[in-house]
C-alpha cells in the first residue's frame, strides 16, 4: 500500500443524484422530487401549460367592458328572514298562530317534529323612496337609500344546513375545498394596485364567522387569490413599519437583489403555486410597509364622516370601522372587500323579533353610511354591494328552550340585495308565494347570482375557468346559469 496516496473524493450531493437518476431508484427519486417542488407528478402534467407569471395579480384584461371594478361583499351569517324584512306577507300575519295549511314535509325542514305554527311578520313595513320600495321599520337607514338598492327577493339555493349553504354561497359548490367568489374575481382580473392585498377580508372582534377561512379560501386555485383577512382589533397587519430607517437606495437596491434570487429560485421550480405564493406574499408585505399604513388609517376622515358610518357609537362602532376601510380599500384599487359577523348571528331559532332587532342595530347605520359615501364620492358607479346570507327563514316558528319564537332555516326562499356597479336601483326582482316560503317568479340560484356579478365585472361565467385534471373548473359548475340582465341600469 502507498502511504503517501491520497485517498478518493467522497461523492457529492450531485455525484450521488447522477448516480440514481436511472433505474427504480431514479423512477421513485423522480416522484418524491415532484412532490416537493410540483405537487406531484400529476399536477405536473395537469399544469403544464400554466406558467408561473398567470399566478401574479397584475390587472387582466376583462372579457367584455365591466360596469364595476370592486365588490364590497356584507356577507350576514346565519341567514336574515326574508318576511321580516325585506318581502312582506299580510296572508302570512292573519294565519300567525294557525297550523300550516299544507303538508309539514314541504317545508324542508330535517326535523318535522319541530315545527310549530306559523309566524306573522315581527316588524311594520312601510314603503320608501320614489321606488315605494318595501322595507321593515328595523331598517329606517338603509330604508333612505331604496333608490339606490335591488332586492332580490327570488333567491334560492340547495342546502338547508349552514355549513353546505355557506360552501354553495361563496363557492358555488356544497363541499369544502373549492375557490371562493373573491378568488375568482381577482384569478380572472388581478388588481389595480399592487401594493395591497387585491382580496381582503374583514372579521369581527367577537370571533371568526361559521366555517372560518374555508369562507375566503383559494381552494385549488393557486395560493396567491386568497382572502387576506385583517385583524379585527388593534393593528389590522401586524410589523408594516420597518424595524429600523435606513436610505431609500439602500432599501430599493436590497429589494431588487432580492428579486433576482427569487426569480432565480423559481426559474429551477416551475409549476410550484405554492412557491409561487409564499414570494408574492413577502413581496406584497414588503410594498405594504409604503401603502397600507395610509390606506388602514382612519384619522384623516371627517367627524361628519365617523358620525355617518356610525363610529364611536357603542352599537356600531366595530361595523362601521370595518365598512369605512372597506370604502378605502376599494378607493385604492382593492378589487374585493368580504365584511363578515362572527359564528352565525342572524340564525334565529328563538327570539327571532330581539335577535333581528339587535342585528339590523349594530349594521343598519354603517351599511347606509356606506352606500352615501360611496355615492358621494364617485365610487357607487363603479362599487358592486352586496347584502345577504346563506338562506332564509320559514313562515313556521321551531321549536327551543325559549318555546316557539323564532324561524328555522329555508333554502327555498331568501332576499339579498345589490347596489351600484351597474344595478337598476329602486328594484324589486322576483316573487315567492303568499308565505314567503317558495319562489313563483323569476327564481335566482346561487349561480344565476354568480354569473351576474361576473358579468358586472366584466367576466364571462363560462371563459373564466381553471383546468384541474383535465376538467375546465368554473365557478358556475357545468349546468349554464343565468345571469340576471333585468336588474342592469
Known amino acids: ?79 336574515p328572514s326574508q318576511m321580516d324584512l325585506f318581502d312582506p306577507k299580510p296572508v302570512l300575519n292573519k294565519m300567525d298562530g294557525k297550523p300550516f295549511p299544507g303538508n309539514i314535509e314541504d317545508l324542508g325542514n330535517s326535523n318535522t317534529t319541530s315545527i310549530g305554527e306559523m309566524l306573522g311578520g315581527q316588524y311594520k313595513f312601510a314603503r320608501h323612496g320614489e321606488s315605494g320600495m318595501w322595507m321593515a321599520d328595523v331598517l329606517p337607514e338603509t330604508a333612505k337609500m331604496t333608490d339606490e338598492l335591488c332586492l332580490i327577493n ?79 382589533t388593534g393593528s389590522p397587519i401586524l410589523n408594516l413599519k420597518p424595524q429600523y430607517d435606513q436610505p431609500s437606495a439602500v432599501t430599493e437596491s436590497a429589494r431588487k437583489l432580492l428579486n433576482q434570487l427569487d426569480s432565480i429560485h423559481r426559474e429551477k421550480r416551475p409549476h410550484y403555486p405554492l412557491l409561487d405564493a409564499r414570494i408574492e406574499s413577502y413581496s406584497l408585505a414588503a410594498r405594504m410597509q409604503m401603502s397600507a399604513t395610509e ?82 364620492r364617485g365610487l357607487l358607479d363603479s362599487t358592486l354591494v352586496i347584502w345577504g346570507g346563506e338562506f332564509g327563514r320559514t313562515p313556521t316558528t321551531q321549536k327551543s328552550a325559549n318555546g316557539f319564537s323564532g324561524r328555522d332555516h329555508n333554502m327555498q326562499a331568501f332576499t339579498s340585495w345589490m347596489a351600484g356597479g351597474g344595478i337598476k336601483g329602486g328594484t324589486t326582482y322576483g316573487v315567492t308565494d303568499e308565505f314567503g316560503h ?4 323569476n327564481p335566482v340560484s346561487v349561480h344565476d347570482f354568480h354569473a351576474t356579478i361576473l358579468h358586472q365585472l366584466g367576466l364571462h361565467h363560462q371563459e373564466l375557468f381553471y383546468t384541474r385534471s383535465g376538467l375546465e373548473e368554473r365557478l358556475t359548475g357545468v349546468n349554464p346559469p343565468r345571469v340576471v340582465k333585468e336588474i342592469f341600469s
Open 1 to 79: 500500500m502507498n502511504m503517501n496516496s491520497q485517498p478518493e473524493p467522497l461523492s457529492t450531493r450531485r455525484d450521488f443524484f447522477a448516480r440514481t437518476s436511472d433505474g427504480v431508484m431514479g423512477a421513485a427519486l423522480t416522484h418524491l422530487l415532484c412532490q416537493d417542488f410540483f405537487g406531484g407528478t400529476a399536477a405536473l402534467a395537469n399544469d403544464a401549460p400554466h406558467a408561473p407569471q398567470q399566478y401574479d395579480l397584475k390587472p387582466k384584461q376583462p372579457h367584455h367592458p365591466p360596469a364595476a371594478t370592486s365588490v364590497i361583499q356584507l356577507f350576514m351569517n346565519g341567514g
Open 438 to 441: 317558495s319562489v313563483v317568479e
Open 154 to 232: 327570488s333567491m334560492w339555493t340547495d342546502h338547508p344546513n349552514h355549513d353546505n349553504a355557506l360552501y354553495k354561497i361563496h363557492s358555488g359548490r356544497l363541499f369544502m375545498g373549492y375557490p371562493t367568489l373573491g378568488s375568482w374575481t381577482v384569478y380572472g382580473l388581478g388588481t389595480e394596485n399592487q401594493n395591497l392585498p387585491a382580496y381582503v377580508v374583514l372579521t369581527d372582534p367577537l370571533g371568526a364567522p361559521k366555517n372560518g377561512t374555508r369562507n375566503w379560501t383559494s381552494g385549488f386555485l393557486p395560493p396567491t387569490y386568497q382572502g387576506t383577512r385583517l385583524r379585527p
Open 295 to 376: 390606506a388602514l388609517d382612519l384619522s384623516s376622515e371627517t367627524k361628519h364622516t365617523l358620525t355617518d358610518y356610525g363610529i364611536g357609537a357603542q352599537e356600531t362602532d366595530s361595523y362601521g370601522k370595518r365598512c369605512l376601510l372597506a370604502r378605502r380599500l376599494v378607493e385604492r384599487g382593492v378589487r374585493f372587500v368580504q365584511i363578515f359577523l362572527e359564528e352565525q348571528p342572524w340564525d334565529s331559532h328563538a327570539d327571532l323579533a330581539a335577535n333581528h332587532r339587535a342585528m339590523c342595530q349594530r349594521t343598519d347605520k354603517p351599511v347606509a353610511g356606506l352606500l352615501r359615501d360611496l355615492k358621494q
